[in-house]
């Protein structure tokens, strides 16, 4: 296995293209003026800017007189939700609908409207992540003003069915808002029927802080800018324009254009071998319908998501998304697929790139195939039959770094041992011992359990007296179990 750090964590950013790096450090020593002044290096900063905005504009089917810079997505979905809900207020148009696994940037946007008096419907998907078009359809009032909805989930990769959520938005006459933050240049996407779409450079091969907003011309008098100041972007997005990040943002959209296609079918072939890797694990789910090419997500039942991240050093990647992993609280989009909260804390997600290779993919799945084995042989999870919460009595003692740790499982329906079960890191007398246990164990009331003394179970196995403390470790164990069930 390689010894290098492998980088699979591109959903929440992309290294930046050399050949993008090379064209902004070209432009940033231009000496470029203000791109909105009146003389030569103000108009040559103009022109690279326009230059890039008819690439970011071709990377959508766009034209480049409908594309706003902003400083990213987050601020794009600000913009079109927290723009467009204003004038709707105004107009007596105060709802707007949205989907419970969307971006943060959403989310919150959509929350604050509603502290401004706007309602909100939030919507749940179904068990693969998907909205269905009819779940939408029964969502939209008379006063919907915006529907905001994501085209590729970050967490999952799960992908909406954007053209058919789009006509029950346009049969209803209420705009559509699209964050394809994750989709732009990964996925195809047909602007009919969209009213505004979000996208950002970091995520393909750009800089960070650059993004942009495409509003459809019928949109135009829909929307109010966030940002007051100039009238730069036609008075919607005011901040003088960064002709680097824009001309970085440009090529590298260029550049995902052209190689959409095959990266497409490369990333899907390469995803699937990861999850085939993985796949025969005890306890592993794959959560979400796969979606876009570049996103695996797995829930490691029985094994905790933060335990198996920090033995896995050499794999960037990330539990849960990259915002959630800073609160350090179980994936609501994963909690919103129906997953449990054990089973969202559980989960890893694995996202690839241009720079992601078959030999990393291989060494990433034996990298987790060997935490995973140590983590599992340590789970109570291995212990006890799946959904068996509730019926089972668990207790343990010792340690590894004292030679000998032992957890017993017992089911005790009615109070009476019916099987017990046993984990064990030790000597071959503990595992002989617990053995014995194993048989003696059942038909033995919960109130009375120990079946017999250290001593006595000694010299059943035959071991030497020196080893009696370790059996002291299995009585222990014997006394943990717990009052309550598992
Ligand atoms: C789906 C989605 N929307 C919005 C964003 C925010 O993008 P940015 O980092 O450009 O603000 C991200 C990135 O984390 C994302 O994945």
Request: with cysteine; glycine share 10%; proline share 5%.
């Amino acid at each position: 296995m390689s010894t290098e750090a492998i980088y699979l964590d591109y959903a929440a950013t992309t290294p930046v293209e050399p050949a993008v790096a090379a064209r902004m450090a070209e432009v940033l020593a231009m000496r470029l003026g203000n791109a909105s002044a009146n003389h030569a290096s103000g108009h040559a900063a103009h022109a690279l800017i326009e230059t890039a905005r008819a690439q970011v504009a071709a990377l959508v089917g766009a034209d480049a007189a409908d594309i706003v810079f902003t400083s990213g997505a987050t601020e794009s979905n600000n913009l079109a939700i927290t723009g467009t809900a204003r004038l709707g207020l105004a107009r007596g148009a105060a709802h707007v609908v949205t989907l419970a696994t969307e971006h943060k940037s959403v989310l919150e946007a959509v929350r604050a409207l509603e502290r401004q008096g706007i309602a909100a419907t939030v919507l749940r998907p179904d068990s693969a992540g998907l909205l269905a078009p009819e779940v939408l359809a029964a969502a939209l009032l008379p006063e919907t003003c915006l529907v905001s909805l994501l085209h590729v989930n970050n967490e999952t990769g799960v992908a909406q069915d954007i053209p058919a959520l789009a006509a029950v938005c346009a049969a209803r006459n209420v705009p559509l808002h699209v964050d394809a933050a994750q989709s732009a240049g990964k996925l195809p996407l047909n602007l009919d029927g969209i009213a505004l779409l979000s996208f950002t450079a970091h995520k393909l091969g750009g800089p960070q802080g650059i993004g942009a907003l495409w509003v459809a011309p019928a949109h135009r008098g829909r929307i109010a800018p966030q940002m007051l100041g100039g009238a730069q972007e036609r008075g919607l997005r005011a901040g003088t324009l960064a002709a680097h990040q824009i001309v970085g943002f440009g090529l590298a959209a260029e550049i995902a254009a052209a190689r959409q296609a095959s990266e497409a079918a490369r990333l899907v072939m390469l995803r699937e071998r990861l999850w085939s890797g993985l796949a025969d694990l005890p306890g592993v789910l794959r959560n979400g319908r796969p979606g876009a090419a570049h996103i695996l997500n797995v829930s490691f039942t029985g094994v905790e998501g933060e335990s198996l991240f920090t033995s896995l050093p050499m794999l960037m990647l990330s539990t849960g998304s990259a915002c959630n992993s800073q609160s350090g609280e179980p994936s609501f989009v994963l909690r919103a697929l129906g997953r449990d909260s054990e089973q969202a804390q559980s989960s890893l997600r694995f996202s690839l790139g241009h720079g992601t290779t078959e030999a990393e993919i291989d060494s990433a799945i034996a990298a987790v195939r060997a935490a995973h084995a140590r983590l599992w042989n340590a789970s109570p999870a291995r212990l006890l039959p799946s959904g068996a919460k509730g019926e089972w009595w668990v207790g343990e003692a010792g340690a590894e770094r004292l030679g000998t740790w032992v957890r017993i499982a017992l089911s005790a329906p009615g109070g009476t041992v019916r099987e017990a079960r046993f984990q064990v890191y030790g000597c071959p007398h503990v595992a002989a011992v617990c053995n014995l246990l194993q048989q003696r164990l059942p038909g033995r009331p919960l109130a009375a359990l120990a079946p017999g003394t250290p001593e006595e179970w000694r010299t059943t196995v035959g071991a030497p007296v020196e080893k009696l403390g370790r059996f002291l470790i299995i009585e222990d164990a014997l006394a943990a179990l717990t009052r309550s069930p598992s």
